[in-house]
Every structure is written in C-alpha cells, then in structure tokens.
C-alpha cells in the first residue's frame, strides 16, 4: 500500500507505542468481526481476512515512522480508521445481501467522520508529522479502493469504476519513472473536498436502495472528480519541473 518505506527503527518509546496500537487494534478487528458474525451473515474467515489485512496495512505503514516524533492521539485515530478500511475490504467474497451493503456504508461514513478528526487533534496537539499526513493519506487511498470494488460487486457501476481506487497508486507507480512526479504537492482544499466527495459517493452508491442508475452517477462523478483532481496536480507539477 505504502511505496519507498523508509526501513529504520524509531526510537524505543515510539516503536512501542506504536507496536501496542497496533496489538490493541489486531484484537479489535478480530473481536469486532466474530461479533459482527453474529449479526450478519458472513463466513468463518471474516475474522480471519480482517486481522490479516489490517496486520499487513501496519506493517506498511511502519515502513514510515521517523526516530523523533509520537505516535499519539491523531495516529491513533487514524489506526481506527484502518480498522474500519479492514473490516470492509474483508466483505469481499462475503455474500453480497443488502444487510451486508449497509454495514459496509456505516463502518466507511464512520471512518470518514474520523478522517477528520485526526488531523485536528494532530494540530490541537502540535503532533503533526509527515508519517501521520502520510498514514492518513494512505488510508483515504485504501478505503477509496475498497470502496470502488464493492460498488462493482454490488453491481452499482461498471468495472471501470475501479480506477477511483487505481488512480492514487497509478500516480506513485508513474513517478517511480518519472521522478518529478515524486515532488511534494502543496496543501490544497480542492484536494481535501474531492477525496471527501469520492468517498462520500462511494459509500451513497454501495447503500442498498440506491440503485443504477443513479449509483452508476455517483460512481461516474466521483470518478471525474478525481480524475480531474489528478490532472490539475500532475500539470502542476510537470510545470515546476520544468
């Protein structure tokens, strides 16, 4: 998920900081599952497929951590978030009944109203870092994946709305080539209400009830939206390269 890890090991506090959020977060996930089996019907692997991916998700995300800042509250937020992307992405294969669909949407509107909280706690609490931006941002990338393959199972949309999840990883493959792709972006409103609307979008097109074709334009304008979004960012940087 995460691309050009950089593999040192942070001081001693930081890594077990982070080595007990991510344990505490392992339990949870399989917890909340085998509880969630109770309510919906979902196979005896779902528990199992969520604490994988969210072991492997951390891992990843380890990759990133600097020597010298906390992993506090706003990263701790942002491992409930990944909780949340796991749970979902590990319906896949799961049966595709409504009552599925809508849990689905209330764990991805859930996790969207905490992708905002984390980074007001990391500036409430002068915690702002580029590994809890980046872990963030990774995230949003995830679940906006996860979301576009469910609404093609859900047969909402076509399957090119999976380019809603490819783009973001397109983007990083391409700058592995070219390499003025890789220049740090300036923070940018338009892209913080674009990957809000995506996800908005998405999660609205997997709710059962909302069916093609009006899903199908939820999926087609978030598509746009962040198509766009991209473009304006590429030009940008092509621009300053040059």
Same mark, same amino acid.
């Not at 990843?60 to 491992?79: C, D, E, I, K």
């Not at 799961?94 to 909280?117: C, N, Q």
């Given at each position: 998920?995460?691309?050009?890890?950089?593999?040192?090991?942070?001081?001693?506090?930081? $890594?077990?900081?982070?080595?007990?959020?991510? %344990?505490?977060?392992?339990?949870?996930?399989?917890?909340?599952?085998? &509880?969630? +089996?109770?309510?919906?019907?979902?196979?005896? %692997?779902?528990?199992?497929?969520?604490?994988?991916?969210?072991?492997?998700?951390?891992? !990843?995300?380890?990759?990133?951590?600097?020597?010298?800042?906390?992993?506090?509250?706003?990263?701790?937020?942002?491992?409930? $978030?990944?909780?949340?992307?796991?749970?979902?992405? #590990?319906?896949?294969?799961?049966? +595709?009944?409504?009552?599925?669909?809508?849990?689905?949407?209330?764990?991805?509107?859930?996790?969207?109203?905490?992708?905002? @909280?984390?980074?007001?706690?990391? +500036?409430?609490?002068?915690?702002?870092?580029?590994?809890?931006?980046?872990?963030?941002?990774? &995230?949003?990338?995830?679940?906006?994946?996860?979301?576009?393959? !469910?609404?093609?199972?859900?047969?909402?949309?076509?399957?090119?709305?999976? *380019?809603?999840?490819?783009?973001?990883?397109?983007?990083?493959?391409?700058?592995?080539?070219?390499?003025?792709?890789?220049?740090? /972006?300036?923070?940018?409103? $338009? $892209?913080?209400? &674009?990957?809000?609307?995506? %996800?908005?979008? !998405?999660?609205?097109?997997? @709710?059962?009830? @909302?069916?093609?074709?009006?899903?199908?334009?939820? *999926?087609? *304008?978030? /598509?746009?939206?962040? #198509?766009?979004?991209? !473009?304006?960012?590429?030009?940008?940087?092509?621009?300053?390269?040059?």
């Amino acid at each position: 998920m995460l691309a050009t890890p950089h593999w040192r090991l942070p001081d001693p506090p930081l $890594r077990a900081s982070a080595v007990a959020a991510a %344990l505490l977060g392992l339990v949870t996930v399989i917890v909340i599952a085998e &509880i969630a +089996r109770g309510f919906l019907p979902l196979g005896g %692997l779902y528990g199992v497929k969520a604490g994988a991916m969210f072991a492997i998700v951390m891992l !990843l995300s380890f990759g990133f951590l600097q020597r010298n800042h906390p992993f506090g509250t706003a990263n701790q937020v942002t491992t409930i $978030r990944t909780m949340l992307v796991v749970l979902i992405a #590990a319906l896949f294969g799961e049966p +595709r009944f409504p009552i599925v669909a809508a849990g689905a949407a209330i764990m991805s509107v859930v996790a969207i109203v905490l992708d905002g @909280v984390d980074g007001w706690l990391a +500036r409430r609490q002068q915690t702002a870092s580029d590994f809890g931006a980046r872990f963030d941002m990774e &995230i949003d990338a995830l679940l906006i994946l996860v979301l576009s393959v !469910l609404v093609l199972r859900f047969q909402k949309a076509g399957a090119w709305v999976i *380019a809603s999840g490819l783009l973001r990883y397109i983007f990083v493959g391409a700058g592995l080539y070219w390499t003025w792709l890789q220049a740090p /972006l300036a923070p940018s409103r $338009r $892209r913080q209400a &674009i990957c809000v609307f995506q %996800l908005l979008a !998405l999660t609205l097109a997997v @709710v059962p009830g @909302v069916e093609p074709p009006l899903s199908t334009m939820l *999926a087609a *304008a978030a /598509l746009a939206g962040l #198509a766009y979004s991209f !473009l304006v960012d590429t030009l940008w940087l092509w621009r300053r390269a040059q």
